[in-house]
């Protein structure tokens, strides 16, 4: 998804979807064991961020990349960076989420989903020589974000239930 016309827009990421835009944006998200990553330009403020399921999927991605797939969304971000005639090395990247969703259970996530999101995109990333900024993963709590594409800050509110206030912080650039 893209903000063609630059209107100001509120957006909200489900599971597997992406979005990139322009200053006015912001684009929230729920995420447990799945990952978030934000790329922003702080000179063009334009920016996106991805809401991934998994680490990657065993067959090769063949035509668009799907997002769900945390390898397929980091191509995805980069042509986007690509399709405004930017470098990747320009932006801001961020990771968020990777929680292991089961501790509080007693399960235990043997595969813990979260830890390997958040690991692939740490070694795709850093194999690209794209440094990550900021990052906020692991713990077994449940995170809120708000990226606001004008500043490049990401809001986070955590919280691990229902009976518990929730606590909130920015990441800034």
């Avoid at 403020?45 to 797939?69: K, N, Q, S, Y």
């Avoid at 191509?75 to 405004?84: G, K, Q």
């Avoid at 999101?117 to 900021?134: C, Y």
């Amino acid at each position: 998804m893209d903000d063609i016309d630059g209107s100001p827009a509120d957006v909200l990421l489900q599971p597997g979807e992406s979005h990139f835009g322009t200053a006015g944006t912001r684009i929230r998200t729920l995420l447990g064991s799945c990952i978030a990553i934000t790329m922003w330009n702080p000179v063009r403020r334009i920016g996106g961020m991805t809401h991934c399921l998994l680490h990657g999927r065993a067959v090769e991605c063949i035509g668009e990349p799907d997002c769900r797939f945390v390898d397929e969304s980091t191509l995805w971000l980069l042509r986007e960076a690509a399709r405004r005639e930017t470098d990747p090395a320009e932006y801001e990247f961020k990771l968020f989420g990777g929680g292991d969703m089961y501790q509080r259970l007693g399960l235990g996530n043997r595969n813990h989903v979260g830890k390997r999101n958040s690991a692939t995109a740490e070694l795709l990333l850093g194999n690209l020589g794209l440094p990550i900024t900021a990052h906020d993963v692991g713990g077994a709590v449940y995170r809120a974000l708000v990226f606001d594409i004008a500043t490049g800050a990401v809001w986070v509110r955590y919280g691990d239930d229902v009976a518990t206030p929730a606590r909130e912080e920015c990441i800034r650039p």
